[in-house]
Nanobody
Framework: QVQLVESGGGLVQAGGSLRLSCAAS????????MRWYRQAPGKQRELVAS???????NYADSVEGRFTISRDNAKNTVYLQMTSLKPEDTAVYYC???????????WGQGTQVTVSE
């Protein structure tokens, strides 16, 4: 059984910063792609950032230059450093990972990020 557990969400004022963490545990041989998604009320879930096992990263245009995704393969953990936060960044943030054996997709339970004016 594999679990992804997120932490680090909360309430912050516009212009502030937060760091999200997502730790994978259980029967893990290796973790391939790791991603952060978010879903705001009334909107579809969208990809925020992704990082390959080797470290190659990609970002949504809306967060490029403000958010940084990183990972610690030894700890099976992915991070999302968010700076210069805007009210439109308010959403539930979900961690996603492709985990072997089998390169299966797993999701975290979500963590709320709220950015006030």
């Amino acid at each position: 059984q594999v679990q992804l557990v997120e932490s680090g969400g909360g309430l912050v004022q516009a212009g502030g910063s937060l760091r999200l963490s997502c730790a994978a545990s259980g029967s893990i041989f290796s973790i391939n792609a790791m991603r952060w998604y978010r879903q705001a009320p009334g909107k579809q879930r969208e990809l925020v950032a992704s990082i390959a096992r080797g470290g190659l990263t990609n970002y949504a245009d809306s967060v490029e230059g403000r958010f940084t995704i990183s990972r610690d393969n030894a700890k099976n953990t992915v991070y999302l450093q968010m700076t210069s936060l805007k009210p439109e960044d308010t959403a539930v943030y979900y961690c996603y990972a492709e985990i072997s054996a089998g390169n299966r997709p797993y999701w975290g339970q979500g963590t709320q990020v709220t950015v006030s004016e």
